[in-house]
C-alpha cells in the first residue's frame, strides 16, 4: 500500500471496509478457524507493557487524611503508600 497515491489509498480502503461490514458471522468464524490451523500463521507475540496484572490489585478511591500523616509517612522516603497500607491493615486486623 506504500506505492499507492491518495485517492487510489481512500478507495481501497473504502472498499475493505465495505467488504468487512458485509461479512457474516459464519464467515468470519470459517475464516478465524482456518487462520488457527494454518501452520505458518505466527501469534501476535508482541509483548504487553507495563506491569503484570496482580491477582490481588488495589483499589483506587479518594480517601481524605489529615496533612500531618501524609506528610509523616512521605518523610519516611518512596513506598510511602505501601507504608500507609500496612498501617491500615494492623489497624483493621488484617495481619
Known amino acids: 500500500m ?3 497515491k491518495g485517492e487510489e489509498e481512500q478507495s481501497l480502503l473504502k472498499r475493505a471496509k465495505a467488504a468487512l461490514d458485509e461479512m457474516t458471522a459464519e464467515e468470519d468464524a470459517a ?3 482456518a487462520a488457527r490451523t494454518d ?3 505466527q501469534p501476535n507475540l508482541a509483548a504487553r507493557r507495563g506491569r ?3 491477582e490481588h490489585a488495589k ?3 479518594l480517601l ?3 496533612p500531618d ?3 509523616s509517612f512521605k518523610k519516611s522516603g518512596s513506598g ?3 507504608r500507609m497500607n500496612a498501617a491500615l491493615r494492623k489497624a483493621a486486623d488484617l495481619d
Open 64 to 66: 481524605r487524611l489529615d
Open 2 to 4: 506504500g506505492q499507492l
Open 69 to 71: 500523616i501524609v506528610e
Open 80 to 82: 510511602w503508600q505501601t
Open 39 to 41: 501452520p505458518d500463521a
Open 52 to 54: 503484570p496484572r496482580s
Open 59 to 61: 483499589v483506587a478511591i
Open 31 to 33: 475464516i478465524t478457524a
